[in-house]
Protein backbone atom coordinates (compact mmCIF):
# COMPACT_ATOMS: atom_id res chain seq x y z
CA UNK A 1 0.00 0.00 0.00
CA UNK A 2 1.56 3.42 -0.50
CA UNK A 3 2.26 5.60 2.78
CA UNK A 4 -0.21 8.13 4.30
CA UNK A 5 1.29 10.63 2.39
CA UNK A 6 0.92 9.43 -0.98
CA UNK A 7 -2.74 7.72 -0.39
CA UNK A 8 -4.53 8.78 -3.69
CA UNK A 9 -8.78 10.43 -2.76
CA UNK A 10 -10.80 7.58 -2.42
CA UNK A 11 -13.11 9.22 -4.94
CA UNK A 12 -10.49 9.53 -7.47
CA UNK A 13 -9.83 5.99 -7.33
CA UNK A 14 -13.35 4.90 -7.44
CA UNK A 15 -13.89 7.46 -9.94
CA UNK A 16 -17.20 9.05 -8.43
CA UNK A 17 -17.98 12.70 -7.43
CA UNK A 18 -18.23 13.76 -3.51
CA UNK A 19 -22.15 13.53 -3.61
CA UNK A 20 -22.12 9.70 -5.22
CA UNK A 21 -24.70 7.64 -3.78
CA UNK A 22 -23.91 4.33 -2.25
CA UNK A 23 -25.27 3.05 -5.30
CA UNK A 24 -22.95 4.76 -7.95
CA UNK A 25 -20.09 4.00 -5.55
CA UNK A 26 -20.88 0.35 -5.40
CA UNK A 27 -20.89 0.00 -9.33
CA UNK A 28 -17.79 2.16 -9.41
CA UNK A 29 -16.31 -0.40 -7.35
CA UNK A 30 -17.26 -2.95 -9.34
CA UNK A 31 -16.61 -1.56 -12.69
CA UNK A 32 -13.00 -0.62 -11.39
CA UNK A 33 -12.80 -3.82 -9.46
CA UNK A 34 -13.34 -6.19 -12.23
CA UNK A 35 -11.24 -3.91 -14.44
CA UNK A 36 -7.86 -4.44 -11.93
CA UNK A 37 -8.92 -8.03 -10.74
CA UNK A 38 -5.10 -9.52 -11.32
CA UNK A 39 -6.47 -12.35 -13.27
CA UNK A 40 -7.57 -10.21 -16.19
CA UNK A 41 -3.82 -8.24 -15.83
CA UNK A 42 -1.67 -11.58 -15.59
CA UNK A 43 2.42 -10.71 -15.14
CA UNK A 44 1.36 -6.81 -14.39
CA UNK A 45 2.20 -6.15 -10.65
CA UNK A 46 0.22 -2.91 -10.09
CA UNK A 47 -3.00 -4.15 -10.53
CA UNK A 48 -2.73 -5.75 -7.77
CA UNK A 49 -1.95 -2.60 -5.79
CA UNK A 50 -4.35 -0.93 -8.14
CA UNK A 51 -7.07 -3.90 -7.17
CA UNK A 52 -6.46 -3.17 -3.09
CA UNK A 53 -6.77 0.35 -3.38
CA UNK A 54 -10.27 0.14 -4.91
CA UNK A 55 -11.23 -2.04 -2.00
CA UNK A 56 -10.01 -0.18 0.37
CA UNK A 57 -11.85 2.80 -1.14
CA UNK A 58 -14.70 1.02 -1.61
CA UNK A 59 -14.32 -0.32 2.25
CA UNK A 60 -14.68 3.31 3.86
CA UNK A 61 -16.39 4.79 1.25
CA UNK A 62 -19.20 2.32 1.26
CA UNK A 63 -19.66 2.90 4.88
CA UNK A 64 -21.99 5.83 5.95
CA UNK A 65 -19.70 6.20 9.37
CA UNK A 66 -16.51 5.95 7.87
CA UNK A 67 -17.44 8.14 4.57
CA UNK A 68 -18.28 10.61 7.06
CA UNK A 69 -14.97 10.37 9.13
CA UNK A 70 -13.45 10.61 5.13
CA UNK A 71 -14.91 13.54 4.16
CA UNK A 72 -14.41 15.15 7.59
CA UNK A 73 -10.62 14.10 8.80
CA UNK A 74 -8.85 12.23 5.11
CA UNK A 75 -7.37 9.37 5.13
CA UNK A 76 -6.17 10.00 8.99
CA UNK A 77 -9.73 9.51 9.91
CA UNK A 78 -9.89 6.11 8.68
CA UNK A 79 -6.64 4.50 8.77
CA UNK A 80 -7.12 1.52 11.23
CA UNK A 81 -5.70 0.74 14.53
CA UNK A 82 -2.05 -0.11 15.52
CA UNK A 83 -1.33 -1.99 12.23
CA UNK A 84 -2.78 0.83 10.11
CA UNK A 85 -4.00 1.15 6.56
CA UNK A 86 -5.97 -1.46 4.67
CA UNK A 87 -7.30 -4.90 6.71
CA UNK A 88 -6.50 -6.83 3.80
CA UNK A 89 -3.69 -9.43 3.40
CA UNK A 90 -3.97 -10.69 0.07
CA UNK A 91 -6.87 -10.30 -2.87
CA UNK A 92 -8.75 -13.11 -1.81
CA UNK A 93 -9.28 -11.15 1.62
CA UNK A 94 -11.35 -8.32 -0.17
CA UNK A 95 -13.63 -11.40 -1.78
CA UNK A 96 -14.38 -12.95 2.25
CA UNK A 97 -15.40 -9.61 2.39
CA UNK A 98 -17.07 -8.11 -0.18
CA UNK A 99 -17.92 -11.48 -2.26
CA UNK A 100 -21.32 -10.84 -2.75
CA UNK A 101 -21.24 -8.02 -4.61
CA UNK A 102 -19.73 -10.04 -7.13
CA UNK A 103 -21.45 -13.00 -7.59
CA UNK A 104 -22.03 -14.74 -10.67
CA UNK A 105 -18.56 -12.67 -12.07
CA UNK A 106 -15.88 -14.98 -9.67
CA UNK A 107 -18.31 -17.25 -8.77
CA UNK A 108 -19.11 -15.81 -5.49
CA UNK A 109 -16.65 -17.05 -2.64
CA UNK A 110 -12.87 -17.96 -3.64
CA UNK A 111 -12.61 -21.46 -2.70
CA UNK A 112 -10.59 -22.11 -5.55
CA UNK A 113 -8.34 -25.09 -4.69
CA UNK A 114 -10.12 -28.18 -2.35
CA UNK A 115 -7.97 -29.07 0.28
CA UNK A 116 -7.42 -27.12 3.92
CA UNK A 117 -8.79 -23.48 3.11
CA UNK A 118 -8.32 -20.56 5.41
CA UNK A 119 -11.48 -19.47 7.88
CA UNK A 120 -13.49 -16.53 6.98
CA UNK A 121 -12.71 -13.44 9.20
CA UNK A 122 -15.20 -11.97 11.93
CA UNK A 123 -16.23 -8.93 13.03
CA UNK A 124 -17.39 -7.80 16.53
CA UNK A 125 -17.99 -4.41 17.95
CA UNK A 126 -17.23 -3.44 21.31
CA UNK A 127 -18.27 0.20 23.00
CA UNK A 128 -15.45 1.74 25.33
CA UNK A 129 -16.00 5.53 26.85
CA UNK A 130 -13.75 7.94 26.44
CA UNK A 131 -11.99 7.77 29.67
CA UNK A 132 -11.45 4.21 28.83
CA UNK A 133 -9.82 5.46 25.24
CA UNK A 134 -7.49 7.87 26.43
CA UNK A 135 -6.49 5.60 29.16
CA UNK A 136 -5.97 2.15 26.94
CA UNK A 137 -7.41 -0.92 28.50
CA UNK A 138 -7.60 -5.00 28.35
CA UNK A 139 -10.89 -5.81 28.11
CA UNK A 140 -13.16 -9.43 27.20
CA UNK A 141 -14.83 -9.93 24.66
CA UNK A 142 -16.92 -13.05 23.87
CA UNK A 143 -17.42 -14.53 20.52
CA UNK A 144 -18.90 -17.39 18.86
CA UNK A 145 -17.00 -18.91 16.35
CA UNK A 146 -16.49 -22.14 14.30
CA UNK A 147 -13.76 -24.38 15.84
CA UNK A 148 -12.13 -27.36 14.21
CA UNK A 149 -13.89 -30.43 14.82
CA UNK A 150 -11.87 -32.46 17.67
CA UNK A 151 -13.21 -36.10 16.84
CA UNK A 152 -12.45 -35.54 13.13
CA UNK A 153 -9.50 -33.08 13.06
CA UNK A 154 -11.41 -30.92 10.48
CA UNK A 155 -11.27 -33.57 7.67
CA UNK A 156 -15.33 -34.21 7.87
CA UNK A 157 -15.04 -37.90 8.02
CA UNK A 158 -15.57 -40.26 10.30
CA UNK A 159 -12.26 -41.05 12.06
CA UNK A 160 -10.71 -44.69 10.31
CA UNK A 161 -12.65 -43.58 7.14
CA UNK A 162 -11.11 -41.28 4.55
CA UNK A 163 -12.70 -38.34 2.21
CA UNK A 164 -12.77 -39.29 -1.44
CA UNK A 165 -11.49 -36.87 -4.41
CA UNK A 166 -14.58 -35.45 -6.02
CA UNK A 167 -14.90 -36.76 -9.75
CA UNK A 168 -16.99 -34.18 -10.90
CA UNK A 169 -14.64 -31.50 -10.41
CA UNK A 170 -11.69 -33.48 -10.64
CA UNK A 171 -10.59 -32.33 -6.70
CA UNK A 172 -10.19 -28.77 -7.74
CA UNK A 173 -13.47 -27.35 -5.95
CA UNK A 174 -14.44 -25.48 -8.78
CA UNK A 175 -15.95 -25.83 -12.13
CA UNK A 176 -15.47 -23.69 -15.15
CA UNK A 177 -18.19 -22.76 -18.00
CA UNK A 178 -17.64 -20.68 -21.05
CA UNK A 179 -20.25 -17.88 -21.35
CA UNK A 180 -19.71 -15.94 -24.49
CA UNK A 181 -16.38 -14.29 -24.30
CA UNK A 182 -16.00 -14.83 -20.14
CA UNK A 183 -14.83 -18.00 -18.67
CA UNK A 184 -16.95 -17.90 -15.18
CA UNK A 185 -15.50 -20.32 -12.26
CA UNK A 186 -18.21 -21.66 -9.82
CA UNK A 187 -17.86 -23.92 -7.03
CA UNK A 188 -18.41 -27.25 -7.52
CA UNK A 189 -21.88 -27.93 -6.80
CA UNK A 190 -21.24 -31.88 -6.19
CA UNK A 191 -18.63 -31.28 -3.23
CA UNK A 192 -19.17 -27.32 -2.72
CA UNK A 193 -16.21 -26.58 -3.64
CA UNK A 194 -14.15 -29.05 -0.87
CA UNK A 195 -12.97 -31.32 -3.67
CA UNK A 196 -13.65 -34.37 -1.93
CA UNK A 197 -16.48 -36.43 -1.27
CA UNK A 198 -17.47 -37.58 2.07
CA UNK A 199 -19.13 -40.91 2.53
CA UNK A 200 -18.63 -41.66 5.86
CA UNK A 201 -19.44 -38.25 7.36
CA UNK A 202 -18.30 -37.45 11.17
CA UNK A 203 -21.23 -38.29 13.39
CA UNK A 204 -19.92 -34.56 15.61
CA UNK A 205 -20.18 -32.39 12.93
CA UNK A 206 -22.28 -34.43 10.23
CA UNK A 207 -19.16 -33.52 8.03
CA UNK A 208 -18.49 -30.17 7.95
CA UNK A 209 -15.05 -30.38 9.81
CA UNK A 210 -16.36 -27.77 12.55
CA UNK A 211 -18.04 -26.85 14.94
CA UNK A 212 -19.30 -23.79 17.12
CA UNK A 213 -17.44 -22.31 20.13
CA UNK A 214 -17.68 -19.69 22.54
CA UNK A 215 -14.50 -18.11 23.63
CA UNK A 216 -13.84 -15.61 25.72
CA UNK A 217 -11.09 -13.33 24.12
CA UNK A 218 -8.29 -10.32 25.52
CA UNK A 219 -8.73 -7.55 23.83
CA UNK A 220 -6.02 -4.77 23.91
CA UNK A 221 -7.70 -1.93 23.15
CA UNK A 222 -4.45 0.80 22.81
CA UNK A 223 -4.46 4.63 24.53
CA UNK A 224 -5.55 7.19 22.13
CA UNK A 225 -7.92 4.75 19.85
CA UNK A 226 -10.74 6.83 18.04
CA UNK A 227 -14.33 5.94 17.44
CA UNK A 228 -14.15 3.64 14.59
CA UNK A 229 -10.89 2.07 14.66
CA UNK A 230 -10.70 -1.65 13.70
CA UNK A 231 -8.30 -3.95 15.87
CA UNK A 232 -7.07 -7.04 14.45
CA UNK A 233 -6.48 -10.02 16.19
CA UNK A 234 -4.73 -12.18 13.75
CA UNK A 235 -5.84 -15.79 13.59
CA UNK A 236 -8.95 -15.34 15.80
CA UNK A 237 -10.97 -15.98 13.08
CA UNK A 238 -13.65 -18.80 11.57
CA UNK A 239 -11.56 -22.37 11.48
CA UNK A 240 -10.86 -23.43 8.27
CA UNK A 241 -12.49 -25.61 5.73
CA UNK A 242 -11.07 -29.40 6.13
CA UNK A 243 -7.97 -28.14 8.84
CA UNK A 244 -7.17 -24.96 7.45
CA UNK A 245 -6.11 -21.92 9.56
CA UNK A 246 -8.17 -19.15 11.12
CA UNK A 247 -9.16 -16.07 9.82
CA UNK A 248 -8.73 -12.90 11.58
CA UNK A 249 -11.12 -10.98 13.68
CA UNK A 250 -11.71 -7.67 13.52
CA UNK A 251 -12.88 -5.51 16.35
CA UNK A 252 -14.26 -2.44 15.75
CA UNK A 253 -14.08 0.01 18.33
CA UNK A 254 -16.99 2.79 19.50
CA UNK A 255 -16.32 5.28 21.63
CA UNK A 256 -19.45 6.78 23.22
CA UNK A 257 -20.03 10.28 23.15
CA UNK A 258 -19.15 12.26 26.42
CA UNK A 259 -21.62 15.00 28.23
CA UNK A 260 -18.54 17.56 28.22
CA UNK A 261 -15.78 16.98 25.48
CA UNK A 262 -16.21 16.46 21.77
CA UNK A 263 -13.24 15.06 20.12
CA UNK A 264 -11.33 16.46 17.51
CA UNK A 265 -8.52 14.27 16.02
CA UNK A 266 -6.21 14.19 19.18
CA UNK A 267 -7.69 17.58 20.92
CA UNK A 268 -10.68 17.88 22.99
CA UNK A 269 -13.19 20.51 22.79
CA UNK A 270 -15.28 21.50 25.69
CA UNK A 271 -17.13 24.24 26.25
CA UNK A 272 -17.09 26.06 30.09
CA UNK A 273 -19.58 29.11 30.41
CA UNK A 274 -18.67 32.55 32.22
CA UNK A 275 -20.49 35.64 33.08
CA UNK A 276 -20.30 39.22 31.65
CA UNK A 277 -18.30 40.04 34.83
CA UNK A 278 -15.78 37.65 34.13
CA UNK A 279 -15.62 38.12 30.83
CA UNK A 280 -15.12 41.80 31.22
CA UNK A 281 -13.21 41.67 34.41
CA UNK A 282 -10.96 38.56 33.58
CA UNK A 283 -10.76 35.77 36.90
CA UNK A 284 -10.05 32.29 36.83
CA UNK A 285 -12.67 29.69 35.96
CA UNK A 286 -12.96 25.77 36.26
CA UNK A 287 -12.55 23.51 33.49
CA UNK A 288 -13.36 20.04 33.64
CA UNK A 289 -10.74 17.14 32.58
CA UNK A 290 -10.73 14.28 31.53
CA UNK A 291 -9.38 13.48 35.05
CA UNK A 292 -11.14 15.88 37.68
CA UNK A 293 -10.41 19.40 36.40
CA UNK A 294 -8.40 22.55 36.52
CA UNK A 295 -8.49 26.44 36.87
CA UNK A 296 -7.58 28.50 33.92
CA UNK A 297 -6.94 32.13 34.02
CA UNK A 298 -8.60 34.32 31.52
CA UNK A 299 -7.69 37.61 30.94
CA UNK A 300 -9.97 41.26 31.53
CA UNK A 301 -11.50 41.78 27.89
CA UNK A 302 -12.41 38.10 27.01
CA UNK A 303 -14.41 37.94 23.84
CA UNK A 304 -17.93 35.14 23.36
CA UNK A 305 -16.89 32.15 21.52
CA UNK A 306 -13.06 32.49 22.40
CA UNK A 307 -10.69 29.56 22.66
CA UNK A 308 -8.25 28.56 25.26
CA UNK A 309 -6.03 25.71 24.55
CA UNK A 310 -4.99 23.88 27.84
CA UNK A 311 -1.72 22.32 26.47
CA UNK A 312 -1.43 18.36 27.19
CA UNK A 313 -4.86 17.59 28.34
CA UNK A 314 -5.91 16.36 25.07
CA UNK A 315 -5.95 12.51 24.02
CA UNK A 316 -2.70 10.58 23.89
CA UNK A 317 -1.78 10.21 20.06
CA UNK A 318 -2.37 7.00 18.99
CA UNK A 319 1.02 6.28 16.44
CA UNK A 320 3.16 8.02 19.64
CA UNK A 321 3.19 11.60 18.74
CA UNK A 322 2.70 14.28 20.87
CA UNK A 323 -1.01 14.37 23.15
CA UNK A 324 -3.26 16.49 22.36
CA UNK A 325 -4.56 19.88 23.50
CA UNK A 326 -8.32 20.76 25.40
CA UNK A 327 -9.33 23.60 23.67
CA UNK A 328 -11.61 25.16 25.78
CA UNK A 329 -14.98 27.42 24.08
CA UNK A 330 -16.00 30.07 27.14
CA UNK A 331 -20.04 30.77 26.75
CA UNK A 332 -21.60 33.79 27.82
CA UNK A 333 -24.12 33.29 30.36
CA UNK A 334 -27.11 35.51 30.44
CA UNK A 335 -28.87 35.12 34.26
CA UNK A 336 -32.38 34.04 33.74
CA UNK A 337 -34.02 36.01 36.86
CA UNK A 338 -32.13 38.72 38.20
CA UNK A 339 -32.99 39.42 42.46
CA UNK A 340 -33.21 42.93 42.92
CA UNK A 341 -30.24 43.92 43.71
CA UNK A 342 -28.63 42.42 41.17
CA UNK A 343 -30.91 44.20 39.00
CA UNK A 344 -30.50 47.43 40.44
CA UNK A 345 -26.92 46.81 39.84
CA UNK A 346 -27.51 45.82 36.17
CA UNK A 347 -29.36 48.80 35.62
CA UNK A 348 -27.11 51.58 36.96
CA UNK A 349 -24.15 49.54 34.34
CA UNK A 350 -26.85 50.10 31.58
CA UNK A 351 -27.36 53.85 32.93
CA UNK A 352 -23.55 53.97 33.01
CA UNK A 353 -22.94 52.06 29.64
CA UNK A 354 -25.63 54.71 27.94
CA UNK A 355 -27.54 51.35 26.73
CA UNK A 356 -30.82 51.08 26.22
CA UNK A 357 -32.65 48.76 28.29
CA UNK A 358 -36.16 47.89 28.63
CA UNK A 359 -38.04 49.47 31.08
CA UNK A 360 -38.50 47.43 34.71
CA UNK A 361 -42.01 45.78 35.08
CA UNK A 362 -43.66 45.74 37.91
CA UNK A 363 -45.69 42.32 39.07
CA UNK A 364 -48.94 42.19 39.31
CA UNK A 365 -48.46 41.60 43.37
CA UNK A 366 -46.16 44.96 43.09
CA UNK A 367 -49.18 46.59 41.37
CA UNK A 368 -51.86 45.58 43.76
CA UNK A 369 -49.31 47.07 46.95
CA UNK A 370 -49.45 50.05 44.98
CA UNK A 371 -53.03 50.04 44.44
CA UNK A 372 -53.93 49.38 48.08
CA UNK A 373 -51.23 51.98 49.20
CA UNK A 374 -52.91 54.67 47.09
CA UNK A 375 -49.66 54.88 44.62
CA UNK A 376 -51.15 55.17 41.71
CA UNK A 377 -48.64 56.75 39.29
CA UNK A 378 -48.35 54.95 35.87
CA UNK A 379 -46.52 51.36 36.04
CA UNK A 380 -42.87 52.40 34.75
CA UNK A 381 -41.63 54.74 37.81
CA UNK A 382 -38.09 54.19 37.94
ZN1 LIG B 1 -16.15 -33.97 12.80
ZN1 LIG C 1 -16.21 -31.30 -6.72
Redesign the pocket.
Known sequence: MPSMAGQRDYYEVLGVAKSASFEEIKKAYKKAALANHPDKNPGDDTAVERFKECAAAYEVLSDEDKRARYDRYGHAGVQGGAGGGSPFGDVNDIFSQFGDIFEGFFGGNQRSRGGPQRGSHLRAAMTIDLVTASKGADRELRIQRKKSCEKCKGTGAEPGSTPHR?D??GGR?QVVQSQGFFRVQTT?P??SGS?SIIRNKCTECRGTGRENEEVVLQVRIPAGIDNGVQLCLRGEGEAGAGGGPRGDLYVEVQVKEHPLFKREGIHLVCTVPISYTQAALGGEIEVPLLSGSDTLEIPAGTQPGEIFRVKGEGMPDLRGGRRGDLHVQVELQVPRKLDAEHEELLRKLAEYENTNVAPHHKSWLDKLRDFISGDHDDEEDE
Request: proline share 0%; hydrophobic share 10%; net charge neutral.
Open positions: CYCGCACG
